[in-house]
């Protein structure tokens, strides 16, 4: 695994990780007793559904527990005039003729969709330590790749709303 975790990913991390052994395994083992308690388990899909449900949950915790132990904590400051973790970045795709906005984050909390891209990403680790101004080459796979400038940068510090990407 070795993620590269800001302190604040590993906090929220660990809040995760209190939510489901507090609330949501006492939901399950409640769920599981239920179904068990219908009678005949071998035609019972309520008592498997709940097993299935409680072994994700545990699956998750064990997942959660073992990235932040072998997480490399980064720090999540940049310079005041260069792209850094949880900055807000407008980039021109000079191919493309087109601006688009992304915030930089770790791999726990990236989202495309949502224009969060992660800071491993091809673009993400191009972005990283440029100024506004800047023209950058951004390599993808095969030795191919594109140029982008970056025409604005929005400094911010995590704040701990973007959510952590749940599997």
């Given at each position: ?20 052994k507090?609330?949501v ?8 007793k ?5 009678g005949?388990?071998s ?11 409680k ?13 932040i ?8 400051t940049?310079g ?16 493309d ?21 992660s800071?491993v990403?091809?673009?993400g ?5 440029h ?5 950058v ?18 400094n ?7 959510p952590?990407?749940?599997?």
């Open positions: 695994m070795y993620d590269k975790l800001t302190q604040n990913d590993i906090k929220k991390l660990e809040e995760e990780i209190e939510y489901r507090l609330i395994r006492k939901e399950a083992i409640e769920a599981v239920e179904a068990r308690a219908q005949d388990l035609e019972n899909f309520e008592y498997y559904a709940a097993k299935r449900d072994n994700k949950n545990e699956s998750r915790i064990r997942y959660l527990e073992r990235m132990k072998t997480a490399t904590i980064i720090p999540d940049s005041e005039d260069e792209v850094g973790l949880n900055n807000t970045v407008q980039v021109y795709f000079e191919d003729d087109e601006t688009q906005t992304y915030k930089i984050v770790t791999t726990v909390r990236e989202n495309t969709l949502k224009g969060r891209i800071n990403s091809p673009l680790k191009a972005l990283l330590g100024k506004k101004g800047d023209r080459y951004v390599q993808t796979a095969a030795g191919a790749g594109y140029y982008v400038v970056i025409q604005s940068i929005e911010t510090t995590d704040d701990g709303t973007d952590i990407r749940s599997f």
